[in-house]
């Protein structure tokens, strides 16, 4: 059974910091590029970043850049989204991903085959 688990949402004011964590089995976590994606209340999910298998290169939407950072530490077999300078539109459930289909499908859910249940990050004004 393939599980990515997140972990480490929770109520932050605006400006402040959170480090998410999406931990795998090595099997489901091995040679596979992770993605997280946001869907926040009334919206529909939407792409945040992801990570190649080695780590090398990252990807982020453009709201996030120079805030957000995705790192991976294969020997823990997890990945990880530091958020600082988080902002009230940052307010969201937050999902990691496994990418099977490969970069061209990293902003598309459609190339993600397993996810986590989500952790809620939530930012006050």
């Known amino acids: 059974q393939v599980q990515l688990v997140e972990s480490g949402g929770g109520l932050v004011q605006a400006g402040g910091s959170l480090r998410l964590s999406c931990s795998a089995s090595p099997r489901t976590f091995s040679n596979y590029a992770i993605g997280w994606f946001r869907r926040a209340p009334g919206k529909e999910r939407e792409f945040v970043g992801a990570i190649s298998w080695s780590g090398d290169s990252t990807y982020y939407v453009d709201p996030v850049k120079g805030r957000f950072t995705i790192s991976r530490d294969n020997a823990k077999n997890t990945v990880y989204l530091q958020m600082n300078s988080l902002k009230p539109e940052d307010t969201a459930v937050y999902y990691c991903?496994?990418?099977?289909?490969?970069?061209?499908?990293?902003?598309?859910?459609?190339?993600?085959?397993?996810w986590g249940q989500g952790t809620q990050v939530t930012v006050s004004s």
């Open positions: 991903g496994r990418n099977y289909r490969g970069p061209a499908y990293y902003r598309d859910s459609r190339g993600y085959d397993y």
